[in-house]
């Protein structure tokens, strides 16, 4: 569980990399400077790089199972930011939809996957 909560920092920290990466392009298109000078740009960059280690970190302590569901809470984290910090609308109707057959999606997944699980050696692999 630990590595789940984990793995969903390191999400979230992505997450907050593309709204910082939002946010950057809408002051250089107003500067008319290069982005990569920006320092929200770079920021994201860090955050997005060490969003993608945590992801990569956290993979041998954590079932595959939990780890596909972080996609779906991602979808989520970045709609909430983006009304949050970019001050996007929320279309109730449409997002209201996607949101229920996310999280249905998502729970469809993670009760048709095994409880248990199996250790294979190199033989059944090969097999």
């Not at 909430?80 to 949101?99: H, N, P, Q, T």
């Amino acid at each position: 569980m630990t590595a789940f909560l984990i793995d969903m920092t390191g999400t979230f920290l992505s997450q907050i990399s593309y709204v910082l990466m939002k946010m950057a392009n809408f002051e250089v298109e107003k500067s008319q400077k290069n982005v990569a000078t920006n320092c929200k740009f770079i920021l994201a960059m860090f955050c997005v790089l060490f969003g993608g280690a945590i992801h990569v970190v956290t993979l041998p302590f954590c079932p595959l199972i939990l780890l596909s569901t972080s996609s779906s809470f991602a979808i989520l984290m970045s709609t909430g930011l983006a009304v949050m910090c970019l001050k996007e609308r929320i279309s109730w109707f449409y997002d209201s939809i996607a949101f229920a057959l996310i999280s249905s999606g998502t729970t469809a997944i993670v009760f048709m996957s095994k409880e248990n699980e199996t250790q294979l050696d190199a033989q059944d692999v090969k097999e």
